[in-house]
């Protein structure tokens, strides 16, 4: 048995707890309510974003890593950069969730902090 969250789920409480702690949260691309991988932009008052998404590991699990940050001095093309990974990676996965989370410590949202 399967003991994973519906990601709909999952995304929804996400959202939930980071508006409760006074942070923004949106889906910036919906992706397949119930098996769809998630993949989340944190972000600290605007800025520095890093791309959280679950990574399988040695013992079976899957943890969220960091698969792609941006550096906060705001340089044109890496922020296009940054942007295209996101495009990219949408198209090559049509049921991801690519979720934004707004918050001071966002880590702490994903047990990382």
Same mark, same amino acid.
């Given at each position: 048995?399967? +003991?994973? #969250?519906?990601?709909?789920?999952?995304?929804? =409480?996400?959202?939930?707890? *980071?508006?409760? $702690?006074? &942070?923004?949260? +949106?889906? #910036?691309?919906?992706?397949?309510?119930?098996? =769809?991988?998630?993949?989340? *932009?944190?972000? $600290?008052? &605007?800025?520095?974003?890093? #791309?959280?998404?679950?990574?399988?590991?040695?013992?079976?699990?899957?943890?969220?890593?960091?698969?792609?940050?941006?550096?906060?001095?705001?340089?044109?093309?890496?922020?296009?950069?940054?942007?295209?990974?996101?495009?990219?990676?949408?198209?090559?996965?049509?049921?991801?969730?690519?979720?934004?989370?707004?918050?001071?410590?966002?880590?702490?949202?994903?047990?990382?902090?």
């Amino acid at each position: 048995m399967d +003991a994973r #969250l519906p990601a709909h789920l999952e995304v929804s =409480g996400l959202l939930r707890a *980071v508006e409760m $702690e006074g &942070g923004f949260g +949106a889906v #910036l691309s919906k992706g397949e309510r119930d098996a =769809g991988t998630i993949m989340l *932009v944190l972000i $600290e008052n &605007g800025g520095n974003p890093r #791309l959280y998404e679950r990574m399988p590991q040695l013992d079976g699990t899957r943890a969220w890593t960091c698969t792609k940050s941006q550096d906060s001095s705001g340089d044109p093309e890496e922020r296009l950069a940054f942007s295209e990974y996101l495009e990219r990676r949408g198209r090559q996965d049509p049921d991801l969730w690519i979720v934004e989370l707004d918050v001071a410590k966002p880590e702490r949202f994903i047990g990382l902090g």
